[in-house]
């Protein structure tokens, strides 16, 4: 998957990895579903979010959890 990543004002472009995919029924909603899970990692310094530096690592791992709901 691949997209535009904003932090800070700063806009960068991302490629994000699926790690799970998968259709279900949906348990609230009664319908179906596909969920899935995408990872990226990304380096906190060129967003400008160095703050802490070197005490916390730069390289940070971004997970992002999806849902559809068929109508």
């Given at each position: 998957m691949e997209g535009q990543?904003?932090?800070?004002g700063v806009g960068k472009p991302v490629t994000r990895t699926v790690a799970n995919s998968?259709?279900?029924?949906?348990?609230?909603?009664?319908?179906?579903a596909l969920g899935a899970i995408a990872f990226t990692?990304?380096?906190r310094s060129e967003f400008n979010a160095e703050k802490y530096a070197p005490y916390v690592g730069d390289e940070v791992r971004i997970g992002?959890?999806?849902?559809?709901?068929s109508p």
């Open positions: 990543l904003t932090i800070k998968q259709a279900i029924p949906s348990a609230m909603m009664k319908k179906s990692t990304i380096k992002i959890a999806n849902e559809a709901v």
